[in-house]
């Protein structure tokens, strides 16, 4: 998806931030985000990138450009905390995890939340806190920065930060690149199938690729 949505939230006149929304972000880590400076990933850098990056490696331009984790702070100054971040599992039974989902579901009254309906929320939390720290991480990695096709939110994320407090203790660019190499393979293998143009269908985090592949290269 389009990195607008987040601009416009950061950078909004109208609703700018409260210092509590400001301090929540850069309590869990994700300050580096405030100063985010666009608001559109170019469609033809996007395709090119993700036709040749080697999700098995984990590298492009075959293997010259190595993609690593330690890249994805460097870019996006994100956290690499001791701890690695997971998804729940289909029908995870943990009563914390489904304490947390069932409270975060309750915000938007259905169990299929969109990215859009978290991102209306955020602007309304001006007092900061657990909710508002919960739905801007469900919404950057649905929307930016993880594994997500179509604009369902990806709930799953919720097992590993029960507790708001430890999300800077995560390590987000680990969590980056493996769902950039699992989206990516998928990704490749439908448009080797179908043989169709696909630029705007990749749900990867395309934007890390894209902050990385500048940030590394130097053009002359």
């Known amino acids: 998806m389009s990195p607008a949505g987040l601009y416009h939230f950061l950078h909004n006149e109208d609703s700018p931030l409260s210092e509590k929304q400001i301090q929540a972000i850069q309590e869990m880590g994700f300050g580096s985000l405030l100063l985010l400076p666009i608001k559109k990933v170019p469609g033809s850098l996007a395709y090119w ?16 450009l190595p993609i690593l984790e330690e890249d994805i702070y460097l870019s996006l100054g994100l956290p690499m905390g001791p701890n690695v971040v997971i998804d729940a599992s289909n029908g995870d039974k943990c009563p914390v995890y489904l304490s947390v989902l069932e409270k975060f579901k309750s915000q938007c009254g259905n169990d299929s939340i ?14 900061g806190g657990d909710d508002f720290k919960r739905n801007f ?19 799953k994320l919720l097992k590993s930060f029960s507790n708001t407090d430890s999300i800077s203790d995560f390590n987000w660019c680990n969590f980056i690149k493996r769902k950039l190499a699992d989206q990516v393979q998928s990704w490749q293998k439908e448009e ?7 630029e705007n269908w990749f749900g990867g985090p395309i934007m890390a690729l894209v902050f990385v592949y500048l940030d590394r290269c130097v053009f002359k």
Do not use: H, R
């Open 114 to 127: 969109d990215v859009k309906d978290i991102l209306a929320k955020l602007p309304t939390q001006k007092e």
């Open 192 to 198: 080797f199938e179908t043989k169709q143009l696909k």
């Open 137 to 155: 991480i469900i919404y950057i990695f649905s929307a930016l920065l993880g594994g997500v096709v179509g604009n369902q939110a990806s709930l």
């Open 49 to 64: 990138l993700v036709s040749n990056y080697d999700p098995i490696k984990g590298c492009l331009l075959d293997g010259k």
